[in-house]
């Protein structure tokens, strides 16, 4: 996570996650803005979603869970250390919690709740907010260190250079389509389900996107990637790396194919095209 820019201004899914029966499932770390909705349900190791958030499905946490007010989880919460629960949050199913628990006002919890630790009822400050309030006053005074430390703390994180996967504010996250205002990236040998739309996109190797990708800006597909639909760009380029595969059309301003890529649709561009090693395609 870089600490000069807001985390949450880019999608960013890291290497190795996958779609899982209707689960988002990573191994290391969720950041979920605030306002945002995601059609899935979360399994990861920390869990920290902002206000007004929307999960239709359920929470596992590994390690902590923190929900901020106002927060609705269609299932079940099952948290592996301590929960922090906002004020006027809802839970659709139990909540269970191997920790402690702190839980604000008037949250509703449709089938209950077990804690086997301490039980405190309280509106601490939304967790997200308080997290990068005091991240940009270290970053002012300096205290770059100091920063980090946090972070790592706050995220429990056994190995910092792991990053973790962040959905955006106001972003919208299901089967039929991810929907984000911001910059997308995505690791390598993650499985997924979705069409994308972003400012630009970025994929890493060996992916198997199960949808389009649509951006304003570039385009960037890595080596051995497949993608299950068309990709498209109004202003930008793509570039598609040796061993990669577009299943639908291609449409940009310029295109750079490496030898080795394929596209089994037309490819259209408004400006260049360079290709080397290209099997007999329909061009346009």
């Given at each position: 996570?870089?600490?000069?820019?807001d985390?949450?201004?880019?999608?960013?899914?890291?290497?190795?996650?996958?779609?899982?029966?209707?689960?988002?499932?990573?191994?290391?770390?969720?950041?979920?803005?605030?306002?945002?909705?995601?059609?899935?349900?979360?399994?990861?190791?920390?869990?920290?979603?902002?206000?007004?958030?929307r999960?239709?499905?359920?929470?596992e946490?590994?390690?902590?869970?923190?929900?901020?007010?106002?927060?609705?989880?269609?299932?079940?919460?099952?948290?592996?250390?301590?929960?922090?629960?906002?004020?006027?949050?809802?839970?659709?199913?139990?909540?269970?919690?191997?920790?402690?628990?702190?839980?604000?006002?008037?949250?509703?919890?449709?089938?209950?709740?077990?804690?086997?630790?301490?039980?405190?009822?309280?509106?601490?400050?939304?967790?997200?907010?308080f997290?990068?309030?005091?991240?940009?006053?270290?970053m002012?005074?300096?205290?770059?260190?100091?920063?980090?430390?946090?972070?790592?703390?706050?995220?429990?994180?056994?190995?910092?250079?792991?990053?973790?996967?962040?959905?955006?504010r106001?972003?919208t996250?299901?089967?039929?389509?991810?929907?984000?205002?911001?910059?997308?990236?995505?690791g390598?040998?993650?499985?997924?389900?979705?069409?994308?739309r972003?400012?630009?996109?970025?994929?890493?190797?060996?992916?198997?996107?199960?949808?389009?990708?649509?951006?304003?800006?570039?385009?960037?597909?890595?080596?051995?990637?497949?993608?299950?639909?068309?990709v498209?760009?109004?202003?930008?380029?793509?570039?598609?790396?040796?061993?990669?595969?577009?299943?639908?059309?291609?449409?940009?301003?310029?295109?750079?194919?490496?030898?080795?890529a394929?596209?089994?649709?037309?490819?259209?561009?408004?400006g260049?095209?360079?290709?080397a090693?290209?099997?007999?395609?329909?061009?346009?």
């Open positions: 996570m870089s600490l000069h820019t985390p949450l201004d880019e999608l960013s899914i890291p290497s190795g996650t996958t779609v899982e029966e209707h689960d988002l499932v990573t191994d290391g770390d969720v950041l979920i803005g605030g306002r945002s909705t995601v059609e899935f349900g979360v399994r990861g190791r920390n869990v920290l979603g902002g206000e007004g958030i999960i239709d499905g359920g929470v946490a590994e390690a902590d869970c923190r929900l901020d007010m106002w927060s609705d989880v269609a299932g079940n919460v099952l948290v592996g250390r301590d929960a922090f629960i906002g004020e006027r949050t809802h839970i659709g199913g139990r909540l269970l919690v191997s920790g402690d628990l702190d839980i604000g006002d008037e949250v509703d919890i449709a089938e209950g709740f077990e804690a086997n630790g301490w039980i405190v009822i309280r509106n601490p400050m939304p967790t997200i907010v997290l990068f309030v005091y991240l940009k006053q270290l002012l005074m300096g205290e770059e260190e100091a920063a980090k430390q946090l972070v790592n703390e706050m995220t429990d994180e056994e190995d910092p250079d792991e990053d973790p996967l962040v959905v955006p106001n972003a996250v299901s089967d039929d389509a991810w929907r984000v205002s911001t910059p997308a990236s995505i390598d040998e993650c499985r997924l389900h979705g069409n994308f972003a400012e630009s996109i970025e994929v890493g190797e060996d992916c198997n996107i199960f949808g389009s990708l649509r951006a304003k800006e570039d385009i960037l597909i890595g080596e051995g990637t497949r993608v299950h639909g068309d498209t760009t109004r202003s930008g380029e793509v570039r598609i790396a040796p061993g990669a595969l577009v299943l639908g059309d291609v449409s940009c301003s310029d295109l750079q194919l490496s030898k080795g394929e596209v089994d649709g037309t490819m259209r561009a408004r260049d095209i360079t290709m090693g290209i099997a007999n395609r329909d061009i346009e």
